[in-house]
């Protein structure tokens, strides 16, 4: 699974130079996250021919030392300026106060928290830019399987709910199965 998932990435031109364009901003345990990933594999078990545009694209980091929402305004500003991507900038060093959660200690622990956890998968850029690295806390299987499972980490069926409904997720990916039994 995920050498096919770092193949996929690598033959994906929007993606690698999103992963270029947030590598250039120098952060800490960062990724490119959410549908970023989610999407291609969903995309690539529904046989489409085209990549489903990407409503945003989320890049997480985890930086205690700064972690007002002003620094990612301004992040996600400088990705704009060069790029016309959708971006959405967040450091999960401050996701736990809105979350009601203890604090986080990385940006793969905030990820474990996620509503499901086909979401919870990111990749980045190491080795100076050369290598792709994934961030998967609550690994592939479930993203494979073309399942949209709830999170047994943080079981918030009604948010899971509707989220599915209201990203039409069953509507671009109809072979989708839904798995929002704590016991799978």
Known sequence: MEEQ???WL???AQRLAALERASELGL???CLAAGFVRNLVWDRLHEYAQST???DID???FDPQDSSPE???ILETRLREVSDLPWSVKNQARMHVRNADAPYV???DAMSYWVEMETAIGVRLVSDGRELELVAPLGLEALFAGSVTLNWKRPKPDAFKARIETKGWLEKWPRLVIVSSLDG
Do not use: C, F, G, I
């Open 10 to 12: 690598k033959a994906d």
């Open 106 to 108: 990385s940006t793969a």
């Open 28 to 30: 800490q345990d960062w």
């Open 5 to 7: 998932l770092l193949m």
């Open 59 to 61: 890049l997480v980091y």
């Open 53 to 55: 545009p990407l409503d």
């Open 71 to 73: 620094r990612d305004w």
